[in-house]
């Protein structure tokens, strides 16, 4: 079995770790490098994995997860470049590092992926997009691809594609969480039970979803079906429009998105 590294073991850094035990992978083929000691400490605890310095994790590992923060990527890579031979495969999940960033920091030979995930991997319902680098075979790409399908869905792009993903999909749960919150609040103005409200706004997305992925039926269908005439949803729809939050929506994912390409510059 093939070992993997996860270099930076924050929030994503977990959530890929706990997915790849919860697929069955052996504690054993797994390392971890994190800076912190007592986030190092929890971690060893909670999932039996060892916890090394970068350096020893990039040496002894095939592939091998960068999951630290943007700003921090380019001090990873030199950090474990010297260490770093043809044939091992990195996966950077990092928001806005290019692929370009990541190989002129590193050995030639050495393959590198993109992708964008997202928390939902956490409930193995994540959405993960990849792009190759340069140097990247087949192998290395389908290698990434299996990673990332441990925790859910994976899409194939091309990497020009990959700030609007980060836009869209990755911090996509936030703004889903956002209206949930918004909707809970809403309720409970209006004379609910915070847990009850709160039941009905979950159960409501969780079932929208579902009707989303089930029927494969347009978005717009099913707004529609609920719309009835001179009713209630039309009342509310309209107060949406008023608020612009059809325009609020794009302007926030454009703001993602450039802030992805900023990111890139090391911002
Ligand atoms: N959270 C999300 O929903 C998503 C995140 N991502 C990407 O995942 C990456 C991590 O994000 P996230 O998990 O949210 O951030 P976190 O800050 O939670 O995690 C980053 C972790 O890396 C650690 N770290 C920092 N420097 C080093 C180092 N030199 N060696 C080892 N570990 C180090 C940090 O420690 P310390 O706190 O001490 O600095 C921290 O524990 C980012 O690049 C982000 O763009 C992508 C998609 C979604
Ligand atoms: O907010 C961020 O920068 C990261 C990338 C996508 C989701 N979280």
């Given at each position: ?115 964008m995930?997202n ?47 980060t836009?869209?999909s990755g911090s ?96």
């Amino acid at each position: 079995m093939s070992q993997t590294a996860i270099l930076g073991a924050g929030v994503m850094g977990e959530t890929l770790l706990s997915g790849l035990v919860r697929a069955g992978r052996r504690v054993d083929n797994l390392l971890v490098g994190e800076k912190r000691a007592d986030r190092a400490k929890e971690l060893e605890d909670r999932y039996g994995v060892a916890v090394v310095s970068n350096v020893e994790a990039a040496q002894k590992s095939d592939t091998i997860a960068l999951v630290v923060k943007p700003q921090d990527m380019g001090d990873v890579l030199d950090e474990i470049a010297s260490v770093l031979r043809p044939g091992q495969l990195l996966v950077s999940l990092a928001a806005g590092i290019t692929t370009a960033f990541i190989e002129a920091r590193v050995p030639e030979g050495v393959a590198v992926v993109r992708v964008m995930p997202n928390t939902p991997a956490l409930v193995d319902e994540g959405m993960a997009a990849i792009s190759p680098g340069s140097h990247c075979s087949e192998e290395d790409l389908a290698e990434a691809e299996a990673l990332m399908a441990s925790v859910g869905k994976v899409l194939r792009i091309p990497e020009r594609q990959q700030d609007a993903v980060t836009a869209i999909s990755g911090s996509g749960p936030a703004y889903i969480f956002f209206v949930v919150e918004s909707m809970i609040e809403a309720g409970v103005h209006l004379g609910l039970p915070r847990s009850t409200a709160t039941d009905l706004v979950v159960q409501t997305l969780v079932g929208s979803a579902k009707m989303l992925r089930e029927t494969g039926t347009h978005p717009t269908v099913l707004r529609e079906q609920v719309t009835s005439p001179a009713g209630t949803t039309a009342a509310a729809l309209r107060e949406l429009e008023i608020h612009r939050v059809r325009a609020a929506f794009l302007a926030a994912m454009e703001a993602a998105r450039d802030r992805s390409r900023e990111l890139a510059e090391g911002s």
